[in-house]
């Protein structure tokens, strides 16, 4: 009988095939956030990209456990500031402000 794949293992296997595809993801998924400020699927996002990339690689690259990284990027998680930018740097990315095109705040 052949075993079905979650639609998360296809697409950490389609990251572990196209790497070079990670980094206009990661683009996305941060302006989805900035849009919706969907923390869970930010998170899931991220998980999916430390999979691809290890998740035992990515966690000590953070400076974090294995088990502090998922429980991080868990559904659950709500990890601090610190920790997301720890994660972003072990992925090889870095938090960068961008102006909006419409600001609340005007000068």
Wanted: aromatic share 6%; glycine share 6%; hydrophobic share 40%.
């Amino acid at each position: 009988m052949r075993q079905l794949r979650t639609l998360d293992q296809i697409e950490e296997d389609y990251f572990r095939q196209h790497p070079e595809e990670i980094e206009e993801y990661i683009s996305i998924i941060f302006e989805e956030y900035a849009k919706d400020d969907n923390i869970g699927a930010l998170l899931a996002s991220l998980r999916t990209i430390a999979r691809a990339q290890g998740i035992t690689a990515t966690a000590i690259a953070a400076g974090m456990t294995r088990k502090g990284l998922q429980k991080a990027l868990s559904e659950q998680g709500n990890p601090k500031f610190e920790s997301v930018n720890a994660i972003l740097h072990a992925l090889g990315y870095q938090l960068a402000p961008q102006k909006l095109i419409t600001s609340n705040i005007e000068a």
